[in-house]
């Protein structure tokens, strides 16, 4: 018998063959050169440009612009790729709203931003169809540092220390590169494999050797690390994934939803792919609406994002929260779960709504039950053990402005390390000035 | 809505937009739908000799200045007169005038410089009812090199002799079209007049190369691997016409020569600037070449409501109404003081007043924290780059009154002085 949307429980195939297709397309397709260069006609080249102030990894926004504006979209990459390795993927996935486009003085004038984000990604994707990697290494230096993690931070550091001709050693903790940008975001922001196409294009500079299935404290110490390699840059993200803290949150279908977006992008079939009718996220992040989101193009009759502050407060940018709106996520705001109810399996999820109280956020008592057959828990990720020797603050590594951690020759970036938020653009920023400081602290300078 | 209706040189048309001599106006089925949307005169594409038609390139004909969005700014033709059989050309005419005798249509006319072939030309256009003829004293390219167009219009004898020729042999109007090619275009224009010439006429096209392709090294348009120069018009010529037409509207030998205005006209407003230097009617090409015809829809209700709003009844009213105000630079109040000033509220952060002054005028402009840009009066020149410069228009020009101090000179605002009476003139006329 085949399932349907209204099929109880969680299953697999809801829906036909073609809808998978086409629910899980790119989301937002690349601008032809037409629509580019209609569009680069709008920016106003600004002087110490606002998007360029509000871009973590402080891309010159109007020069790429420019570039594209006058038919030299490789030279327009370049701008983009030597400030950021992972522009392409920024080019998806930053929450532009947020960054570059909401300080767009063309958002102030009319409401409408330059889309700095489809043209970035109409000069990273011109310059990756070359097939050619842009960036030269400089002579060998003799050095080699390790990398852990090959998410955005490692990867933005490696290819940073590899152009400065250092080897580098990238140890990476699943079958995999590409961290979050391969594991950890909604498949309609990356198609076609982008993730994996853009490692492979970064790791053309060379002198960049991956070892996969390799984790911090399992398979290796820091101390080792600190002992084979010159210097070791830790970007292995967060592993961990926060608790409901809740009776019952251990019944069948409550789940980590980076764990059900991680499943995701890596099924090689969706239609096999299991999702309950009744889908719950439970969370206010980007984290949670891909996984709403992606729960409803999966074939979820009713999914609802279930947040316990207000929408204004939720970290999912304005965008984000339209996005899930518009592809029939609920959002439900100002409550939280109080209880999760089933018979081994969830049945319902029942939530308290809150108020802002003298002490914080307090639990009212008007309360009420979701019907739920999968529940989704997106409240934040944590960081995994670490070694005693580093040092930690708020959760986090503790870094210093040059990305240095307690331990001498040990730097830190990304999700992992403290300051700046935890998104794609901030690792590769972070992991790329730490690969200018190992390198300065390798050179004597 | 005010009256439109426009009396020039005797020539009536029921509103002051013409269709320049051009493409557009090269036969009949194209005349007949431009009358259709509203243009109050045609200037018929230039005629030639009797004898074989001229011929064209078969390559492409124009070459283009883009702005933004692809939006033409200026255009290049090396297109040359008509190319159709002359018995055609005035077979068309009679129909289309006899079909439309409310409308202006004047003949635009170039014959090979001997008084025979102007007196056989006059008469066959005289038989077909037109209301007047231009010489083409303009177009820069391929005829010019066979001793017409701006051959003649280079040399001020050429016009006077020609158009006294024209004058001799026909009673019609007789406008003379000139040619911006030259260094002074008051020369051509009292040439003209000497010739007795009802009007002028101006501006031709601007010889130009609007691009080099730079995979064939070549200019375009190209021709099989080859390029020339052609006649540039369209809104990026505009300025350079405004002044010619001011300069002849201006010039105690020329004033009050009527004046047909030509040259990157593409709005109502356009054409009301024209007409307010001087024009008594605007010829339009390039506006009609990039949208069609129906632009005249907007010119035609964008001129009757602005005529409205100021209260003229008739573009009487407007012609030449800014003439008195064009002076030379020498004649500027030099006293005349104002300072930028940056509408907080409106301004959108970018920035481009405080590069543009940074860079390269007075430094008069800083930054202040939240992006917040403010003009230093104690610098400030009133160039006026911040407010070219800026794409949102909120900054404005604010006069000193007289006797307030001037914070980047310290000595109050005086009153009208000129540069005739300057103390660093060495020319200056002493007080007396």
């Known amino acids: ?445 | 809505m005010a009256n439109l209706a426009t009396d020039f040189i005797g020539i009536k048309s029921p509103n002051p937009f013409w269709l320049a001599s051009a493409p557009p106006t090269d036969k009949e089925y194209n005349v007949r739908r431009a009358y259709e949307a509203g243009w109050g005169g045609v200037v018929w594409k230039t005629l030639g000799a009797e004898g074989p038609p001229i011929v064209n390139v078969n390559g492409p004909r124009y070459g283009v200045i883009h702005g933004p969005d692809r939006r033409v700014m200026g255009l290049n033709n090396i297109e040359l007169i008509t190319d159709r059989p002359l018995e055609v050309n005035l077979r068309e005419i009679k129909s289309v005038k006899r079909d439309y005798p409310d409308r202006a249509l004047v003949i635009s006319l170039m014959v090979p410089c001997d008084e025979e072939s102007w007196k056989d030309i006059l008469h066959r256009i005289e038989d077909t009812g037109a209301d007047g003829v231009e010489l083409n004293f303009g177009c820069p390219h391929g005829m010019a090199e066979r001793g017409m167009g701006s051959a003649v219009g280079q040399v001020p004898e050429y016009i006077e002799m020609v158009t006294r020729w024209v004058k001799t042999h026909s009673r019609m109007p007789c406008i003379v079209k000139l040619t911006p090619n030259i260094t002074d275009v008051r020369k051509p224009a009292e040439a003209a007049k000497r010739g007795g010439a009802d009007a002028v006429s101006l501006i031709n096209t601007i010889n130009s190369i609007t691009s080099v392709n730079l995979d064939a090294f070549c200019p375009e348009p190209m021709i099989d691997g080859m390029g020339t120069h052609g006649g540039y018009c369209g809104p990026a010529v505009k300025p350079i016409a405004l002044n010619m037409v001011a300069e002849i509207a201006r010039s105690p030998a020329t004033r009050g020569l009527p004046i047909s205005g030509i040259g990157g006209v593409t709005t109502w407003r356009d054409a009301a600037e024209f007409m307010a230097l001087g024009a008594g009617s605007v010829q339009v090409c390039t506006a009609a070449m990039t949208y069609g015809f129906k632009v005249v829809q907007e010119m035609i209700s964008g001129l009757s409501d602005y005529m409205d709003h100021k209260g003229f009844t008739s573009v009487a009213d407007l012609v030449g109404r800014a003439v008195p105000k064009v002076t030379d630079w020498q004649y500027l109040n030099l006293n005349y003081t104002t300072k930028a000033v940056i509408d907080q509220g409106a301004c959108i952060k970018c920035g481009r007043c405080f590069a543009a002054c940074e860079d390269t005028s007075h430094q008069a402009i800083g930054v202040e924290p939240g992006r917040t840009y403010v003009v230093k009066d104690e610098e400030c020149v009133a160039c006026n780059l911040c407010i070219d410069v800026c794409p949102v228009d909120c900054i404005t020009m604010k006069e000193l009154p007289q006797g307030d101090i001037d914070p980047r000179t310290g000595r109050p605002v005086a009153s009208y002085a000129n540069w005739t009476t300057h103390p660093n003139n060495p020319m200056s006329r002493a007080a007396e």
Not at chain 1, 97 to 119: D, W
């Open chain 1, 1 to 445: 018998m085949t399932n349907s949307q209204f099929t109880p429980g969680v299953v697999p195939g809801r829906l036909s063959h073609d809808s998978y297709c086409t629910n899980f397309s790119d989301v937002a397709p690349p601008l032809d050169a037409h629509q580019a260069r209609v569009e680069s006609d709008r920016c106003y080249f600004c002087h110490d440009a606002p998007c360029t102030e509000a871009c973590p990894t402080s891309i010159d926004i109007p020069l790429f612009i420019r570039q594209i504006a006058t038919g030299t979209p490789e030279a327009a990459a370049l701008t983009i790729l030597s400030q950021n390795i992972l522009g392409g993927m920024c080019a998806r996935v930053c929450p532009t709203e947020n960054l570059c486009e909401g300080s767009c003085v063309r958002q102030t004038a009319e409401g409408k931003p330059v889309e700095i984000g489809a043209l970035q990604r109409h000069a990273t994707d011109t310059i990756m169809a070359r097939q050619s990697h842009p960036f030269l290494r400089a002579a060998a230096t003799g050095r080699t540092v390790a990398v852990v993690g090959a998410g955005p931070a490692g990867l933005a550091c490696a290819h940073r220390l590899a152009m400065h001709g250092h080897d580098v050693v990238l140890h990476e903790a699943r079958a995999k590169p590409g961290g979050l940008n391969e594991y950890g975001i909604a498949s309609y922001k990356a198609v076609d494999g982008f993730a994996a196409r853009e490692v492979a294009w970064l790791m053309q500079i060379g002198g960049i050797r991956l070892i996969d299935d390799w984790q911090l404290g399992r398979d290796g110490v820091l101390a080792d690390l600190v002992g084979d390699y010159d210097a070791v840059f830790l970007g292995m993200g967060l592993s961990g994934v926060n608790a409901l803290r809740l009776e019952g949150e251990d019944k069948r279908g409550v789940e980590p939803a980076t764990g059900f977006i991680a499943e995701l992008r890596q099924a090689r079939d969706l239609a096999a792919l299991p999702i309950g009718r009744d889908v719950v996220v439970i969370g206010g992040g980007m984290t949670a609406v891909d996984a709403a989101v992606q729960a409803r193009l999966l074939g979820a009759l009713n999914v609802s994002i279930v947040y316990r502050r207000a929408r204004a407060e939720m970290p999912a940018s304005a965008h984000e929260q339209e996005h899930a709106l518009a592809n029939g996520v609920r959002i439900i705001e100002n409550a939280a779960p109080v209880a999760i109810h089933g018979n081994g399996a969830v049945r319902e999820v029942e939530f308290a709504y809150t108020r802002r109280g003298a002490l914080g956020l307090e639990l009212t008592d008007q309360t009420f039950r979701l019907p739920a057959d999968q529940v989704f828990k997106a409240i934040g990720q944590t960081l995994g053990p670490m070694p005693a020797e580093i040092a930690l603050e708020s959760g986090k590594i503790r870094t210093d402005a040059l990305g240095r951690t307690s331990a001498a020759g040990v730097w830190a970036g990304g999700d992992c390390a403290l300051g700046g938020d935890d998104l794609t653009v901030t690792a590769v920023a972070q992991g790329r000035d730490a690969a200018e400081d190992i390198h300065n602290f390798l050179m004597g300078a």
